[in-house]
């Protein structure tokens, strides 16, 4: 196969392999969301395999918040009162998040979204790779985590 050839192939496999953000798709952002590995720019990675926060999204109609809680060994979440604004805009084909707190304001497109797994890119193009979290339930008390 000629240079051209292998460069078409290489092209068609990488625009099959992106996965386009649905409208309908933001939803499935809502819930709890564990850091599961960073990618830099330069290609290092930084693999995460045990996390003491989570993220937690509460979006409806592209507006909502995003916090930071803590896992419990019951099952259950500690949560504090402090919150990131978020809206998400289309623009150009991508959805992008504009997160606002009292001291900072910053973006972050959406690179896919299912319902186990989030990407999302910064301005340093550094994509963060979330799983979606299960509670600890390592008492097993008898009781449902929730």
Same mark, same amino acid.
């Given at each position: 196969? *000629? @240079?051209?050839?292998?460069?078409?192939?290489? %092209?068609?496999?990488?625009?099959?392999?992106?996965? @386009?953000?649905? +409208?309908? $798709?933001?939803?499935?952002?809502? /819930?709890?969301?564990?850091?599961?590995?960073?990618?830099? %720019? *330069?290609?290092?990675?930084?693999?995460?395999?045990?996390?003491?926060?989570?993220?937690?999204?509460?979006?409806?109609?592209?507006?909502?918040?995003? !916090?930071?809680?803590? +896992?419990?060994?019951?099952?259950?979440?500690?949560? *504090?009162?402090?919150?990131?604004?978020?809206?998400? !805009?289309?623009?150009?084909?991508?959805?992008?998040?504009?997160?606002?707190?009292?001291?900072?304001?910053?973006?972050?497109?959406?690179?896919?979204?299912?319902? $186990?797994?989030?990407?999302?890119? *910064?301005?340093?193009?550094?994509?963060?790779?979330? !799983?979606? %979290?299960?509670?600890?339930?390592?008492?097993?008390? /008898?009781?449902?985590?929730?």
């Amino acid at each position: 196969m *000629n @240079k051209i050839g292998i460069l078409i192939v290489s %092209a068609l496999f990488f625009i099959s392999c992106s996965r @386009k953000v649905d +409208p309908a $798709d933001i939803d499935k952002m809502n /819930g709890y969301w564990e850091i599961e590995k960073v990618v830099f %720019a *330069n290609g290092k990675v930084k693999e995460y395999k045990n996390n003491e926060m989570y993220d937690y999204f509460e979006i409806k109609n592209f507006i909502g918040f995003r !916090k930071k809680v803590t +896992p419990v060994i019951d099952g259950t979440f500690l949560v *504090n009162l402090d919150a990131e604004k978020v809206s998400i !805009k289309e623009g150009k084909g991508k959805y992008i998040i504009h997160y606002a707190t009292f001291y900072s304001q910053w973006d972050e497109e959406i690179v896919s979204v299912s319902a $186990d797994e989030i990407v999302l890119k *910064n301005e340093n193009a550094t994509e963060y790779h979330y !799983k979606r %979290a299960q509670p600890l339930n390592i008492i097993k008390n /008898g009781k449902k985590a929730k």
